[in-house]
């Protein structure tokens, strides 16, 4: 592999960055794993994100159901203060004409789309019920560096914290 930056040749491909000037060439790597193309970032959002359009009609549809909360409040409170129960066709006019007004407003103008782009980010021979290739390393290539333990505090370890106390107990019974 070359830099595309320097067009210096790397000793392998699995080099991070350029010895020459740097370059990252990890992302590199993997578009050309993926025959040129840059693979999809993973956002976090996927298939966790409502579209505009979900979000807006759940709101009309909650502000709708926000109705036989308030109209029996309002009528409550207008019996209480002993008035006209004009309270209660306020709330329920504010509600099931904004919850509707909301839900059509949804459907009409607000995208449908999940996210940014995400569909067309995906490559069109790729089969969508696949998940995308793995972007990192399995634990399982994991290897120990080796004699990493071989230091001198470990071998040494102190004895657990009963060890003591149960001396002790053994020098009180003497
Ligand atoms: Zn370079």
Redesign the pocket.
Known sequence: MH??????QQISDETRF??????LLSGVAEVVANQGLVPAQDTGLTGKADSPRRRGIKQGVFLFLLVFLLAPLTGFISMALNIEPTLVGIAVVLCVVGGLLRTIYALMFESGATGASLPAALPANQNRSELPPAQSIPASAYTSPGAWRDTNDLQHQPGSVTDSTTKLLQKDDQ
């Open positions: 830099c595309p930056k320097c067009g210096q350029c010895s020459k000037c740097g370059f």
